[in-house]
């Protein structure tokens, strides 16, 4: 086998039938929502690569640092042979714990974005002669078809993506990482935690308007596949901390009354002055919270590691 494979577990148009269920779904309900997957087209993903530099975006760099200084004990502990990493980007932080894991065998990333697939994996292959890449183009909210590789098996789900999911979507996808799993198994879990609001919020609305392009990069995907006539500048990006929920909300708001028609959908939009569409949530968590949720989905936390600061939190639990 080459060591570098790709496949699309998906059905011919699964993606775009999704995206029309999505958006009609989306925008005709109350409150108007989308689902982040669908920042991630090529351009999607090259932006978010950005954000995870800039002086603002700490939970990149948090995550890194507990990285280097914790992939020996990660490896030690998992030993693992496959390692599955869901929503996997660039795969660029997973580089340091896939240096440590001496026995692995096959490195799994599933990703939506097939371009960043592509970019990582073959780098990878480059920089780790013998170790199989087998990406998966793929919905990880969905039933994934895994290949076959041996044990142990260790999920990584990094970067904080799990914030991105509510909380009844985090139980579902929960579970169905721990179905992935045998007894003994392990998923290492990157979270970010409660911490002042400002901090929050400086890192979803950055001085150099980076995370406003993105967001708005979501009306430029609607309107390639569905057709539409989107003008992203005419939507502001919103970062706001709700406190009840402890979550940050991504939003565009309509800068004035407008309508929007999706072809595709047979679909025109009205937009009210200041009306809002939440394109994302960014939950953050404390340990308590996370060990809960774990333990209902028959996992258990074992390790526990922050960065320096307290800022973000990776985890390490084990299959029951
Ligand atoms: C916040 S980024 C994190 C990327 C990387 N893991 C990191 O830590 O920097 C989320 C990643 O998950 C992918 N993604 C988002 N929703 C997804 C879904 N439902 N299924 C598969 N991948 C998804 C995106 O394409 C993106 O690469």
Same mark, same amino acid.
């Given at each position: 086998m080459s060591p570098f494979r790709l496949t699309r577990t998906l059905p011919e148009d699964?993606?775009?039938?999704?995206?029309?269920?999505?958006?009609?779904?989306g925008l005709t309900g109350s409150p108007r929502t989308l689902p982040p997957k669908w920042f991630y087209d090529a351009r999607g993903s090259e932006l978010f690569e950005e954000i995870t530099g800039l002086p603002e975006y700490y939970p990149t760099r948090a995550e890194r640092e507990i990285l280097l200084a914790r992939s020996g004990e990660i490896a030690?502990?998992? @030993?693992?042979?496959?390692?599955?990493?869901?929503?996997? @980007?660039?795969?660029?932080?997973?580089r340091? $714990?896939?240096?440590? #894991?001496?026995? $692995?065998?096959?490195?799994?990333?599933?990703?939506?974005?097939?371009?960043a697939l592509t970019l990582a994996g073959r780098a990878l292959v480059a920089e780790r002669p013998g170790l199989n890449v087998h990406a998966l183009v793929d919905d990880f909210?969905?039933?994934?078809?895994? &290949? %076959?590789?041996?044990?142990?098996?260790?999920?990584?789900? #990094?970067?904080?993506t799990i914030g991105n999911l509510l909380p009844a979507e985090r139980a579902a996808?929960?579970?169905?990482?721990?179905?992935? $799993? /045998?007894?003994?198994?392990?998923?290492?879990?990157?979270?970010?935690?409660?911490?002042?609001e400002k901090v929050l919020v400086r890192a979803y609305?950055?001085?150099? @308007?980076?995370?406003?392009?993105?967001?708005?990069?979501? $009306?430029?995907?609607?309107?390639?596949?569905?057709?539409?006539?989107? %003008?992203?500048?005419?939507?502001?990006?919103?970062?706001?901390w709700d406190a009840?929920?402890?979550?940050?909300?991504?939003?565009?708001?309509?800068? %004035? &009354?407008?309508?929007?028609?999706?072809? /595709? #959908?047979?679909?025109?939009?009205?937009?009210?002055?200041?009306e809002e569409l939440r394109t994302e949530i960014s939950a953050k968590f404390r340990k308590e919270r996370v060990r809960e949720e774990l333990a209902s989905a028959g996992l258990e936390l074992a390790r526990w590691w922050t960065d320096e600061e307290g800022r973000f939190a990776l985890s390490l639990s084990v299959a029951r």
């Amino acid at each position: 086998m080459s060591p570098f494979r790709l496949t699309r577990t998906l059905p011919e148009d699964a993606t775009g039938a999704a995206l029309r269920a999505d958006v009609r779904e989306g925008l005709t309900g109350s409150p108007r929502t989308l689902p982040p997957k669908w920042f991630y087209d090529a351009r999607g993903s090259e932006l978010f690569e950005e954000i995870t530099g800039l002086p603002e975006y700490y939970p990149t760099r948090a995550e890194r640092e507990i990285l280097l200084a914790r992939s020996g004990e990660i490896a030690e502990a998992s @030993g693992a042979r496959t390692l599955i990493e869901l929503g996997s @980007g660039s795969s660029e932080k997973t580089r340091h $714990l896939i240096g440590a #894991l001496a026995g $692995l065998h096959t490195y799994v990333p599933v990703d939506v974005s097939e371009s960043a697939l592509t970019l990582a994996g073959r780098a990878l292959v480059a920089e780790r002669p013998g170790l199989n890449v087998h990406a998966l183009v793929d919905d990880f909210t969905g039933r994934m078809a895994l &290949p %076959d590789t041996p044990g142990p098996r260790l999920v990584a789900f #990094l970067g904080g993506t799990i914030g991105n999911l509510l909380p009844a979507e985090r139980a579902a996808f929960l579970a169905s990482v721990r179905a992935m $799993l /045998a007894p003994g198994d392990g998923l290492l879990l990157g979270t970010d935690l409660v911490k002042d609001e400002k901090v929050l919020v400086r890192a979803y609305d950055d001085a150099a @308007g980076v995370t406003a392009a993105f967001n708005r990069n979501v $009306l430029a995907v609607i309107n390639r596949e569905l057709g539409a006539d989107f %003008d992203p500048a005419a939507f502001d990006h919103v970062a706001a901390w709700d406190a009840g929920h402890e979550w940050i909300e991504m939003r565009l708001r309509s800068r %004035d &009354p407008q309508t929007v028609k999706i072809p /595709a #959908l047979d679909l025109a939009v009205d937009f009210g002055a200041g009306e809002e569409l939440r394109t994302e949530i960014s939950a953050k968590f404390r340990k308590e919270r996370v060990r809960e949720e774990l333990a209902s989905a028959g996992l258990e936390l074992a390790r526990w590691w922050t960065d320096e600061e307290g800022r973000f939190a990776l985890s390490l639990s084990v299959a029951r």
